[in-house]
């Protein structure tokens, strides 16, 4: 008897990806609250609508809802927002996309340009 097994990358995301806006390549940390406990996550990219963050312990589960505070250049407290889980890798990788992305539209908005001499 031959038993042919279909197997998916171990990196393939859960579901669908569907890109809705051009990503920007980080990394930095964001930090996710949950209640009076705080974790840091590594955000890989960020666009108008969503994050990509590394987790390697890929505990977060599709529709789950995370807060998060990023630091930003040139504000004196961190930007606040939330963001749901929709989809996570075994490899860690979490996309999400964001709930209220106001303020995260401005900072982008406002970004500068990285030179050799504007890091």
């Given at each position: 008897?031959?038993?042919?097994?279909a197997v998916?990358?171990?990196?393939?995301?859960?579901v669908?990806?569907?890109?809705?806006?051009?990503?920007v390549?980080?990394?930095?940390?964001?930090v996710?609250?949950?209640?009076?406990s705080?974790?840091f996550?590594?955000?890989?990219n960020v666009?108008?609508?969503?994050?990509l963050?590394e987790?390697p312990?890929?505990?977060?589960e599709?529709g789950q809802?995370?807060d998060l505070?990023?630091?930003t250049r040139g504000r004196?407290?961190?930007?606040?927002?939330?963001?749901?889980?929709?989809?996570?890798?075994?490899s860690?990788?979490?996309g999400?996309?964001?709930?209220?992305?106001s303020e995260?539209?401005?900072?982008?908005?406002?970004?500068?340009p990285?030179?050799?001499?504007?890091?």
């Open positions: 008897m031959v038993v042919v097994l998916e990358s171990l990196d393939a995301p859960i669908d990806e569907r890109r809705a806006a051009p990503r390549a980080t990394d930095f940390y964001a996710e609250l949950r209640g009076p705080r974790y996550r590594l955000v890989r666009s108008r609508t969503g994050l963050l987790n312990m890929a505990d977060e599709v809802v995370l505070e990023m630091p004196p407290s961190p930007l606040k927002l939330r963001a749901e889980v929709v989809y996570v890798t075994r860690g990788r979490i999400l996309r964001l709930l209220d992305s995260l539209l401005e900072v982008m908005n406002h970004r500068q990285e030179t050799p001499g504007n890091t």
